[in-house]
């Protein structure tokens, strides 16, 4: 009985650890295409949710899809201008693809880190 008691506590502590968010930094260098941008992204899968930060201003919130290999989400800005974007799982490449009007896609693409939430943090 004990036996049967802990491999189902070891369980639940398995997924609560499995539902944590992930917490990642990806750094575009400053280039032809403008200055440095910084995307600071909070992955949560339980929520099937990104939260992100660009170059520390404004945060938004979008649905995403998680499948083993990508988190994936399109933002569609108007029936001419979407941006898609995927992160790679297992090498945390952040891909970023817009499509304007008629003109061929344009991709870029930069490796992520992850970052450790601060222990003081309050929110």
């Not at 032809?32 to 520390?56: C, I, K, M, P, W």
């Not at 945060?59 to 201008?81: G, L, R």
Request: aromatic share 12%; with cysteine.
């Amino acid at each position: 009985m004990n036996k049967l008691l802990f491999a189902f506590l070891a369980l639940l502590f398995s997924n609560v650890t499995l539902a944590q968010n992930i917490n990642l930094r990806c750094i575009f260098p400053e280039s032809e295409r403008g200055e440095a941008r910084q995307f600071d992204f909070v992955l949560n899968e339980q929520n099937s949710t990104v939260l992100y930060r660009v170059n520390g201003r404004e945060t938004f919130t979008v649905k995403a899809f998680f499948d083993p290999e990508m988190v994936t989400w399109t933002n569609e800005y108007s029936s001419s201008f979407t941006s898609k974007q995927t992160i790679n799982r297992t090498t945390l490449e952040y891909t970023q693809t817009t499509q304007i009007g008629e003109h061929p896609p344009k991709s870029e693409t930069t490796k992520c880190t992850i970052v450790r939430p601060s222990a003081r943090r309050r929110f």
